[in-house]
């Protein structure tokens, strides 16, 4: 694991070499709940070992489904089929994973029982009413904190309807947890998103044999009640987490990273086009489809990078990496724009806000407002200590951002990265940062 604590990350000289992300969290958790719908045995290979997606894990054994880890990254889910998820004993503790506990809501509101779900604090603190407020529709009910917060009880419907729901702003988690209430729903369940967001569900569904179909208008189509069928899952790895030290490479002089077999499905690749439009020197190699998503190796080499404006329209493919690409802007010539963030804000985190006080104590000219983020480059002073809010990505992007400051940064608490990137600070001491526990 990453350790706990506070750690300190030093101006360091280039970065070389290959790394491997871990395992897609996103990807991952949908591995889990859709193998314990499925009937039989799936065997799952690259499974991220972290926190968040091993607290799903342990709700879907508290819903009555056998989940083993056979080995490291690997682990055999025994599926008891669509509508099989029995009623749990205790509260279903989802940790600090707001895509986990929106998405298994979702599998829950169309199953005959009654479950009640918690969190950490920071969990605790985002909200779930947009996800409830689709899944009542089906006919299940919620009862919960006033803004509909965790924790929060759910009692699934055994006569569920199908269900047509224009998303109001594009979201990939309400989009998913709508489809996986309409996987135990009779006729056909249809998701409006006013734009594109990542398709991992879709794709994952037809993986295990339901009926998925997208349409060109936003218009996604799911026919419930399929008899999903045991398949193995080869889980790529995830480009969130291998943003950080392909960011690393962009802003320390002389640096070239690879990270392999890293999954570069189309609504995830935002920040790999914003830093292409910034000037960084990116290449994809090797690539393939693993499990139904595209994969490939993506090497980064430094180049000097220039500010851009990145359109509100890309928010959705790179809302977890604002953070690092705050960071990059810090060192890029020239004010870069962001706008369209508001979601930032119920994140983990008020992500908005911590980047925005983290840059500017570190030197950086920033400029905040409800949904924007200004930053202009230069190379940040550093020197300071940053809060990590409970928030994994704030504190590796303050982390990164230290490797290229003319002081080090210091981060209160990186106990949080062990929910998405376990090993991240050997992980890139072994490519020549000096990050210190």
Known sequence: MTGTGRAVSHPCGALHGEARAPGDKSVSHRALMLAGVA?????????????????????????????????????????????????????????????AARLLLGLLATHRLTATLTGDASLRSRPMRRVSEPLSRFGAAFHGRAGGML?????????????????????????????????????????????????????????????????????????????????????????????????????????????????????????????????????????????????????????????VDVPPSRVPSMIDEFPILAVAAAFAEGTTRMSGLAELRVKESDRLGAMAAGLAACGVEVRESADTLEVTGGQPRGGVEIASRLDHRIAMAFLVLGMGAREAVRIDDIAPVATSFPGFVGLMNELGAAVEM
């Open 39 to 99: 009937v039989g045995e799936t065997r799952i290979d690259g499974l991220l070992e972290g926190e968040d997606v091993l607290a799903t894990a342990a709700a879907m054994r508290a819903l009555g489904i056998e989940v083993e880890r056979t080995g490291p990254g690997s682990w055999q889910v025994n599926g008891r089929g669509v509508g099989g998820l029995t009623e749990p004993e205790d509260v279903l503790d989802m940790g600090n994973s707001g895509t």
């Open 151 to 307: 924790p929060l009880t759910v009692v699934g419907t055994g006569f569920p309807v199908p269900v047509r729901y224009e998303l109001p702003v594009a979201s990939a988690q309400v989009k998913s947890a709508v489809l996986l209430a309409g996987l135990n729903t009779p006729g056909e369940t249809v998701v409006v998103e006013p734009s594109p967001t990542r398709d991992h569900t879709e794709r994952m569904l037809r993986h295990f044999g339901a009926s998925v179909q997208q349409e060109e208008d936003g218009v996604v189509r799911l026919t419930g009640e399929p008899e999903l069928v045991a398949r193995p899952v080869s889980v790529p790895g995830d480009i969130s987490s291998a943003s950080f030290p392909l960011a690393a490479a962009a802003i320390v002089p002389g640096s070239r990273v690879t990270v392999a077999g890293v999954g570069l499905n189309p609504g995830r690749i935002g920040l790999i086009e914003t830093l292409r439009e910034m000037g960084a020197d990116i290449s994809v190699t090797d690539e393939r489809v693993e499990g139904g998503e595209p994969v490939g190796d993506i090497t980064l080499a430094w180049s000097r990078l220039a500010a």
